[in-house]
């Protein structure tokens, strides 16, 4: 996406909200993990503010390691996004659909035809958040006492990519001629099957649908260790990540796109689109005074556990001093990596205590936060994007669906009035929105 002045924005969706305590809110539906019609309202509050694209996180296990934090979890009653966000394409028009899919425990020929059907269902919205799982409890579910390591699981996901990339364009663009007349269906000088042979999967093919509308579904990435910022630059279209700061977020940006520029890439073709959770009153001390009630939500022993979690599990905060001093360092986690790190570079720049920290990490999990007007909100977006600490952002509500009622009324405006925000989609497919080219068919590009 050329840089044109105006940002991109994402909505990053969860049923209540960031906030662990939101589903406890008089104003959060009761049944909206599972309700179509929740979403639906959600996805349509976005489009009418001419966001980009909604975008639904995944893990394909019960995150809360015990049943008193399973019992008060709000977030395991939900539904699993390639399916949501189908039912979805035939509710919205406009509005592109980001599904999270694990590499780890998916098998690249089924979720190459589940995307590419959601990519011809919603008409070329469609775009794939590729994760490589990052929860103990995910192997389990399939046969694994342990997730795989870290960087296995990264090995893992770039086979992934390229075999799902290779099952996409098992059709050329025009195989499919349908021609009644002759009785010819398709084209088999434009059929390649790819024979994938490789070190995590072997593949025949052909796919059976035709190629994306978009040639490729967007794809992104969420990855913000060495190894994900090295996939990310070798793969990712639009990259997700969690920067707490306009530095933080500078530094990340600047070492992104000079890893995509040396792999020969565009770095135009790869949006940096950091979360922002952002609490919106119309003064300051309304915005305060809604964190603070959202913060009252959330039992004490929740936000302990979401900590434990978010650093990888690599200590138990139960039994430590809350009052001490954050570490500068903990042990290694073979789970999400760059939130730890992310986590302990803020706790150690602002001298945390743990129960500060962890009072942090259940507001915003180390994504930027901000508390304020529509003004303060705005200006902090549009520093960040002048300042390229990013080119966009997912905007993560705290509770829904009032928070993103509150951002699409009272910030989106401001955005608009200073330039910053398209009014109206500018594309029929989520390529064109985001100003992504369409990839060529590796195989008529090599012929």
Not at 145 to 162: K, S, T
Not at 250 to 267: E, I, S
Not at 271 to 286: A, D, F, N, Y
Not at 303 to 315: N, S
């Amino acid at each position: 996406m050329a840089r044109n002045g105006e940002m991109a924005l994402g909505l990053y969706v969860l049923q209540a909200g960031y906030i662990e305590g939101a589903w406890r809110d008089p104003s959060v539906p009761r049944t909206g993990g599972v309700d179509i019609d929740h979403y639906a309202h959600l996805a349509a509050l976005a489009e009418g503010a001419a966001f980009h694209f909604v975008f639904l996180p995944d893990s394909p296990s019960v995150v809360e390691r015990d049943d008193a934090n399973i019992a008060r979890a709000g977030r395991n009653d939900t539904f699993e996004p390639i399916t949501l966000l189908s039912a979805l394409s035939s509710k919205v028009e406009n509005i592109g659909f980001v599904a999270t899919a694990t590499t780890t425990y998916h098998q690249p020929y089924h979720l190459a035809r589940m995307i590419a059907s959601l990519d011809h269902l919603s008409h070329g919205r469609a775009a794939w958040n590729i994760v490589t799982s990052g929860n103990k409890f995910e192997g389990a579910n399939f046969g694994d006492e342990e997730i795989p390591e870290h960087d296995v699981r990264y090995e893992r996901a770039r086979e992934f990519v390229g075999v799902m990339k290779g099952l996409w364009d098992t059709w050329e663009d025009d195989a499919f001629v349908r021609d009644k007349k002759s009785g010819i269906f398709v084209d088999t000088a434009k059929l390649h099957v790819l024979n994938h042979r490789g070190a995590y999967f072997s593949v025949r093919g052909p796919l059976n649908i035709a190629r994306p509308p978009q040639g490729y579904p967007v794809l992104v990435q969420a990855g913000s260790s060495d190894a994900g910022i090295r996939f990310a630059a070798e793969f990712a279209e639009v990259v997700f990540t969690a920067q707490p700061s306009i530095e933080s977020g500078k530094h990340y940006y600047a070492n992104l796109k000079r890893q995509v520029r040396q792999l020969g890439r565009q770095d135009d073709q790869v949006l940096v689109m950091p979360g922002i959770v952002p609490i919106v009153g119309r003064t300051k001390q309304e915005a305060s005074d809604k964190l603070k009630r959202l913060q009252s939500y959330t039992d004490p022993e929740v936000m302990t556990e979401t900590a434990d979690r978010w650093l990888g599990f690599v200590t138990d905060l139960r039994s430590i001093d809350l009052g001490s001093l954050v570490p500068a360092t903990l042990p290694r986690t073979n789970f999400i990596q760059s939130r730890q790190k992310v986590l302990l570079e803020l706790a150690a720049r602002q001298k945390m205590t743990w129960r500060q920290l962890i009072r942090t990490i259940s507001d915003s999990r180390g994504h930027l936060m901000v508390v304020g007007t529509p003004d303060e909100v705005a200006e902090t977006m549009i520093n960040a994007f002048n300042e390229h600490a990013a080119d966009g952002f997912n905007l993560i509500p705290a509770i829904v669906p009032s928070g993103l009622k509150e951002f699409t009324e009272l910030v989106v405006p401001e955005l608009r009035r200073r330039g910053k925000f398209r009014s109206a989609s500018s594309g029929k497919t989520l390529r064109e929105n985001l100003g992504l080219k369409r990839p060529l068919n590796r195989f008529t590009r090599a012929a």
